[in-house]
């Protein structure tokens, strides 16, 4: 019996190192693994444009805003849109919080969205984070659904906070920042592409 008991620790051993070298791709995982444990990636300059040829599906999603609005991407059917993936505690993301502003004020007028996605905070802490550092567009508050992250899963898992994403006027992924914006000026210039392109 005791043997038995010992193969068995072997196996739920080996298969647990297993599923944590699986996982090491994603660089959260990886944090924990290295024992470092914060949940978020610094800018690290990962910046990728997605040819128009090689875009997956539209990306539909909706959610609540933190000021408690029902939205639906729907609604913004057309415009180019920046999806940032944040949430308050995280360090990165309240540095590049004026960068990303900075981008919604230089194309406020012109056929662009944008909107936050919070994955970790409840809509107060949300809408204290925006007054704080003087955010004017709406996040979504996914806590507890999940389902605004979700509906990107197919398109560009999101494995790091903050992930900041471009999508064209049909809706699909051009582009994307994982970590945080080193300054405004590249998105604003991925921004600026994908309103060149053809609708």
């Known amino acids: 019996m005791p043997r038995s008991r010992s193969l068995l620790t072997a196996a739920l051993a080996a298969v647990f190192a297993l599923t944590l070298a699986g996982c090491s791709a994603d ?54 849109t920046v999806v940032n993936f944040w949430y308050a505690g995280c360090a990165p993301c309240r540095a590049e919080a004026g960068d990303l502003e900075s981008v919604w004020q230089k194309y406020a007028d012109d056929d662009v969205s944008f909107i936050g ?58 582009a994307r920042i994982i970590g945080q914006l080193d300054g405004p000026s590249i998105l604003a210039t991925l921004v600026g592409d994908a309103l060149a392109e053809e609708a």
């Open 27 to 80: 660089p959260v995982a990886q944090q924990y693994l290295d024992g470092d444990g914060k949940g978020y990636i610094s800018a690290d300059g990962a910046v990728e444009e997605i040819p128009v040829a090689e875009r997956g599906e539209p990306v539909d999603f909706s959610g609540v805003t933190e000021a408690g609005a029902e939205f639906d991407s729907a609604e913004i059917a057309g415009d180019v």
């Open 117 to 174: 996605v919070n994955t970790y905070d409840q809509a107060d802490t949300a809408k204290a984070f925006a007054e704080t550092y003087g955010i004017t567009y709406p996040s979504l508050i996914d806590v507890d659904s999940g389902t605004a992250k979700l509906a990107f899963a197919n398109a560009t898992p999101i494995q790091a906070t903050p992930t900041t994403l471009v999508l064209d006027k049909q809706g699909r992924v051009a």
